[in-house]
């Protein structure tokens, strides 16, 4: 069976990918997330989710496969970022009070041979409207400083949307596994 490696070193990736049931090793990716000039947000979380796989693959070893997945957000057709601290986390949540927001979740299957199996999953959520008290509370209570878009929808995230739109529930938690699961199963993995 061939190898396979998850190029993150996320939890929520992690808990994701383990529901498939594979065997799998995780690896930091070293891979600078900062966006080119003029970079749409979609061609940005293709870039880094290919650049995370191809960060971590040996081409040494002719049965390693390797996930590499990235997720950014979108409002206004500009990039939300990680928030990193609490003040830039209330800021995002604010701005995207009572809006729609895309979330552009990439995967990338990097393999032997050069072969690169890629995926691309697009989630709107609608926000309500939200008070800046409600917004204060959310971010300490979840503490959401590493998540593009300021929230965790398999938390309490979940109370500050009116509705999300999308396919594979698990692309906004971080990697779609409907998807995943597809370009697994190319690479000949025996998914389930």
């Known amino acids: 069976m061939p190898r396979l490696i998850l190029a993150s070193t996320s939890t929520y990736r992690r808990a994701l990918l383990e529901r498939l049931g594979l065997p799998f090793d995780t690896a930091r990716p070293d891979v600078d997330e900062t966006p080119l000039s003029d970079e749409t947000p979609q061609a940005l979380a293709v870039r880094l989710a290919r650049a995370k796989a191809e960060a ?58 050069g072969r690169r199996l890629e995926a691309l999953d697009v989630t709107t959520v609608h926000f309500r409207p939200l008070s800046n008290g409600e917004i204060a509370r959310y971010v300490d209570r979840e503490r959401p400083l590493d998540c593009a878009g300021s929230f965790k929808s398999e938390g309490l995230g979940i109370t500050l949307f009116e509705a999300i739109e999308n396919r594979d529930p698990t692309a906004l938690v971080g990697l779609p596994l409907i998807a995943t699961a597809r370009l697994l199963r190319e690479a000949g993995f025996v998914v389930p």
Do not use: N
């Open 56 to 113: 971590v693959l040996d081409p040494g070893q002719p049965d390693l496969w390797v996930i590499g997945s990235d997720q950014v957000a979108e409002l206004d057709e500009e990039p939300l970022g990680k928030p990193g601290s609490a003040a830039r986390a209330e800021a995002q949540l604010r701005a995207m009070s009572g809006r729609e927001v895309r979330f552009l979740t990439a995967v990338c299957l990097a393999g032997p041979g």
